[in-house]
């Protein structure tokens, strides 16, 4: 990880601005009329600065991971922009990203349903350079898929065996090594240890942190648990229901998070120290999230919200901004220190 200043100096690798993904819902059998939408993604904003490791994080259904699959233009914007590398991708055709899509690379939650289970290992980390026809020479793609297997910790000799001969953080080892092939400068990884069992993840997050280090990545890593995220991320978005509702480096967020949706994810985490612990009050949040077909109105988090004061949060939209503490948060009323202290003791 990299200090605020490095992170200052950093230019860009991808703008996004005003991003927005509605999902419409459709009903009738012939004439298909639309009756609503998902909205999925609401107006995001936020830069990935080069060589970074931005966390996006937020409970499932905030749209975390259809951010990321907008930004990979596996899913088209409805609207907004992605700049990469200064270009707006948003409205690009697919003959248009395929250059493109050799730079940037995803890795999926769940490594056995996105690896083909009839392939074997040597065939699926070698498809990206067949299908971009960067090594054509079998002899030598297999020299190269081998070195990548050895990159990420998996035995050369296993280069004929099938998915199902792997162990879990093993498949996810064939995908990360899958993703890397072309060295991508951009990894999307959806997800990537939440199916993995805990003393595995930590293999796996190190291993792209070398990764990183060696190849000079920008990292767009998604979660849900905001412990995984913590020694992995130099920043962290926090989502809810299709918004970005604060964004700071990952220091300032555990250690002094503005937002009340914040304060409540970190109190939640668990501590190690059972000191600590008992200087922590859980913020239970109450009720579901609410649909996203049907949002709050003004601040969406205002249903759930223990600091929302009527006439104020349920009225006016919060706009992400920079606070007095540091960081950017959309909140009218953002945590006081005092707040922050029994949400995360760690702090102080
Ligand atoms: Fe809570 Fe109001 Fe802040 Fe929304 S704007 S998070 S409802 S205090």
Redesign the pocket.
Known sequence: MSTPSQEQARPPLVEVRDLVKHFPIREGIVIQRQVGAVQAVDGVSFDVLEGETLGLVGESGCGKSTTARLITRLLDPTSGSIRYRGTDIATMSRRQLKPLRREMQMIFQDPYSSLNPRKTVGTIIGEPFVIHGVEKDDKRRKARVQGLMETVGLNPEHYNRLPHEFSGGQRQRIGVARAIALEPKLIVADEPVSALDVSIQAQVLNLLRDLQREMGLTIIFIAHDLSVVRHMCDRVAVMYLGKV?ELATSEQLYSNPQ???TGALLSAVPVPDPILAAAKTRQVLTGDVPSPTNPPRA?R??TR?P???AG??DVTE?LLEPKERGGEA?????LSSSEVAEAVPTAR
Do not use: D, E, L, S
């Open positions: 509702v937002h009340p949706y601040c988090f205002h919200c600091k929302a004061v104020t949060c919060p959309a909140c009218h009323f953002p």
